[in-house]
């Protein structure tokens, strides 16, 4: 098994630990006996820590807590009685809407960044990752190694060492270049007098982060914070057990053998033969037949030389028709069909009136219109770098299906990579990282994956109703936005005000951003410290 790295702990601070934690030692436990506001919050504090979430809440949080009430309580026990009342409950009602009422929140650590695509895939789930954004890459863990998984059956390969090797040479450049982009930029964008230094520190470090992130490999090791229902986390474990990957399903047990000490019996079906068996043989010989009938005329011949790009593939041309329809059919006591005999007899003013009384003045982008917005669809075809690709996945509300990640497509370079003067160094890191993956496929397709660095593009689908699409692409254009997806949302605005001629539902994103910026985290940096100093 991969060699997760091990924490130690004092004496007290086991004492402490165990009240809180299904277990101190491993990489995935889950979250007890603690208020629903302060797992949330450690979850969120979690994202841009560098830090393992029990040493998070020993140094930030268990001063802020009352203790005396658990002393003597241990995560791992008393789990009996709630065992047996749940499972009455199942044998009186049959229900899996049982499942769906009670949670866990569960930390995901060390997992590489192809495992977590796989655990944020589900829309029932809530997940906070920690950022490439805000912390660095440049430090080894406990154990001495860099932070990147080493898959058992390619280390036992003849491209064991060499795998070793080239990824420690991309850690290597990450980890040179991020002080000279780092002392480029503070030279380029000298400090303004209203912020303070550490405002500043964090703008600079954000815009060298994302610069360079592109370098790591997708077997970059992140942390997870995923919190769902019992139903949630059977679906995600049954597709976890019959994945290719080795990583997936041994990640897969250990999350199981957590889960069971917290919610046993919402997950009493996955290990049933009948049951579990059954449903995980059937998502597994649904795709292993599929890849096979397509079999090589599935290869697609296209070449990197496409570079980012947005295509429209799906949309209604009458859309706002089937918008408006919706409007007026939840808002008078009109059929459908009187609704659409209705909206036919509008002129193009009265139709524009109607969409701007049901959108209302919105103050800012998280006043959204109603669900008649969602009568209507948009499918993209997005062809980006890994990296935004991360960000725009974690989207639950839309439709999402990406292909296995590979060099095909090439490779993007960041501008502010080119104007520090570091291309050649951050080119000659990712065409090493592209040859290591053309030699690995050859005998480890699936883990191949691991090789390619996050500045490789990968092709994906969005499909997503225009509600969604209108939080989406608001979202994601703002200009603290990486420049990667921002590029991807202002591409998706266009295509539905151009392409599919959604003027109304566009004129609706009032908030979609094209504005130019230096250093994209500096006003949210200052509204951060804004409020810092406001809290009482």
């Given at each position: 098994m991969h060699p997760y790295a091990l924490e130690e702990f004092s004496d007290a601070e086991t004492a402490i630990l165990r009240r809180y934690f299904t277990n101190l030692d491993g990489p995935v436990f889950a979250l007890v006996n603690l208020p629903e506001v302060v797992k949330g919050?450690?979850?969120?504090?979690?994202?841009?820590?560098?830090?393992?979430?029990?040493?998070?809440?020993?140094?930030?949080f268990v001063g802020d807590l009352e203790l005396d009430g658990d002393v003597g309580v241990d995560a791992t026990v008393g789990l009996k009685r709630a065992d047996e009342l749940y499972q009455?409950?199942?044998?009186?009602?049959?229900?899996?809407?049982?499942?769906?009422?009670?949670?866990?929140?569960?930390?995901?650590?060390?997992?590489?960044?192809?495992?977590?695509?796989?655990?944020?895939?589900?829309?029932?789930?809530?997940?906070?990752?920690?950022?490439?954004?805000?912390?660095?890459y440049d430090r080894r863990l406990g154990n001495g190694l860099y932070r990147f998984y080493r898959d058992h059956d390619l280390l036992e390969s003849r491209y064991g060492a060499r795998y070793i090797g080239e990824m420690d040479r991309m850690f290597d450049t990450y980890r040179e270049l991020?002080?000279?982009?780092?002392?480029?930029?503070?030279?380029?964008?000298?400090k303004a007098d209203q912020d303070t230094d550490f405002v500043y520190r964090q703008a600079i470090r954000a815009k060298a982060f994302d610069g360079l992130r592109g370098l790591l490999p997708a077997s970059a090791l992140s942390n997870l914070g995923v919190y769902g229902s019992g139903q949630a986390y059977e679906s995600l474990l049954l597709r976890m057990r019959v994945h290719p990957l080795l990583e997936v399903r041994q990640y897969c047990d250990l999350m199981f053998d957590e889960l069971v000490k917290v919610i046993p019996s919402f997950l009493s079906r996955v290990n049933v033969?009948?049951?579990?068996?059954?449903?995980?043989?059937?998502?597994?010989?649904?795709?292993?037949?599929?890849?096979s009938w397509l079999g090589a005329s599935s290869r697609d011949d296209t070449d990197g030389d496409g570079g980012d790009r947005v295509n429209l593939v799906g949309f209604d041309p009458r859309g706002e028709d089937r918008v408006l329809e919706a409007i007026v059919f939840a808002h008078s006591t009109m059929s459908h069909e009187g609704a659409r005999v209705r909206v036919a007899q509008l002129s193009a003013t009265e139709r524009q009136e109607l969409f701007?009384?049901?959108?209302?003045?919105?103050?800012?982008?998280?006043?959204?219109?109603?669900?008649?917005?969602?009568?209507?669809?948009?499918?993209?075809?997005?062809?980006?770098?890994?990296?935004?690709?991360?960000?725009?996945?974690?989207?639950?509300?839309?439709?999402?299906?990406?292909?296995?990640?590979?060099?095909?497509?090439?490779?993007?370079?960041?501008?502010?990579?080119?104007?520090?003067?570091?291309?050649?160094?951050?080119?000659?890191?990712?065409?090493?990282?592209?040859?290591?993956?053309?030699?690995?496929?050859?005998?480890?397709?699936?883990?191949?994956?691991?090789?390619?660095?996050?500045?490789?593009?990968?092709?994906?689908?969005?499909?997503?109703?225009?509600?969604?699409?209108?939080?989406?692409?608001?979202?994601?254009?703002?200009?603290?936005?990486?420049?990667?997806?921002?590029?991807?949302?202002?591409?998706?605005?266009?295509?539905?005000r151009d392409r599919a001629g959604h003027s109304n539902i566009a004129a609706a994103m009032r908030f979609v951003d094209f504005t130019d910026t230096d250093l994209e985290r500096l006003e949210a940096e200052r509204a951060v410290e804004r409020r810092r100093q406001n809290h009482p």
């Open positions: 919050a450690l979850f969120a504090r979690y994202s841009r820590s560098s830090k393992s979430l029990r040493r998070l809440f020993l140094d930030e009455r409950i199942f044998v009186e009602y049959g229900d899996d809407s049982v499942a769906q009422l009670g949670g866990v929140h569960l930390a995901c650590e060390q997992a590489s960044n192809v495992l977590t695509k796989v655990l944020e895939r589900g829309r029932l789930m809530s997940y906070l990752e920690q950022s490439t954004r805000y912390l660095a991020l002080p000279e982009l780092t002392e480029w930029l503070t030279r380029r964008y000298p033969p009948e049951r579990g068996g059954v449903w995980g043989e059937y998502l597994a010989t649904s795709a292993r037949e599929t890849k701007a009384r049901y959108v209302g003045e919105r103050m800012n982008r998280r006043h959204r219109p109603g669900r008649a917005f969602e009568r209507t669809d948009y499918r993209f075809e997005v062809v980006s770098d890994y990296g935004a690709f991360r960000d725009l996945q974690r989207h639950r509300l839309l439709t999402v299906e990406w292909q296995p990640l590979n060099v095909a497509l090439g490779y993007d370079v960041p501008d502010v990579v080119v104007d520090a003067g570091l291309s050649s160094r951050y080119r000659e890191s990712l065409e090493r990282s592209g040859e290591l993956y053309r030699d690995v496929a050859q005998d480890f397709p699936e883990q191949a994956q691991y090789c390619v660095a996050l500045a490789y593009r990968v092709r994906f689908v969005l499909q997503m109703n225009a509600r969604e699409a209108l939080h989406v692409i608001e979202l994601r254009s703002g200009p603290q936005g990486h420049p990667s997806y921002r590029r991807v949302a202002h591409e998706m605005y266009r295509l539905i």
